[in-house]
């Protein structure tokens, strides 16, 4: 059976009040990216505290937001209620998406492909992605790159980094940091079409559509 969704879920459950402090803010990428897009169903891939479901629920008529991880749904539940905008909060796997076919036509899964433990469950949730989009929707994907200024690779790899909790406990969470090449190998050989591949921040993104694969 794979755990990988157990052992992400149980580090963002250790630390999900901390983490959900930090972020307050939503990404200037995304912000660009959901400017002027509009639709009928958005998916936050990844929510954490729905920083990012914050201003897609301006630009569609409804959004989920799914994550793993219980403890950041209930952060997600507080910005709701603190800040007044609709979302639907759903707990789930990327891997297998609690979401019908066909059916998003905006989402944004950022901040999360790089943590999941292995390439066949990254290229999983990919393929849920794509199963999840409309034939014209779109998704901004982001992932950490060998691009950053803390890594000095030039090849993708693994690794952990520590989350300090105010009290001085270190929690580890795992990385795949992905080196460009490698980012749109992956998402090339999904269910999803690259439109555009970037690099920003620190991070690979891509803009990507439905592929015409199965």
Sequence with gaps: MDRAPDRVRDTYDDIAEHFASTREYPWPEVEEFLDGVDGALGLDLGCG???HAEPMADRVDRVVGVDVSRGLLETARERR???AFDVDLVQG????LPIADGVVDVAV???????????AARRRSLDELARALTSDGRALVSAWSTAHDRFDRSEGFDT?????LPGGETVPRFYHVYDPDEF??????SDLAVEDA???SGNCYAVVGKGKHP
């Design 160 to 164: 952990t980094v520590d989350w300090t």
């Design 198 to 200: 970037f690099l920003s």
């Design 184 to 189: 749109r190998a992956d998402l090339s050989a």
């Design 49 to 51: 505290n729905a920083r």
């Design 93 to 96: 796997d990327a891997g297998r």
């Design 109 to 119: 899964y950022v901040a999360t492909l790089h943590h999941l433990p292995d390439r």
């Design 81 to 83: 209620g603190e800040r």
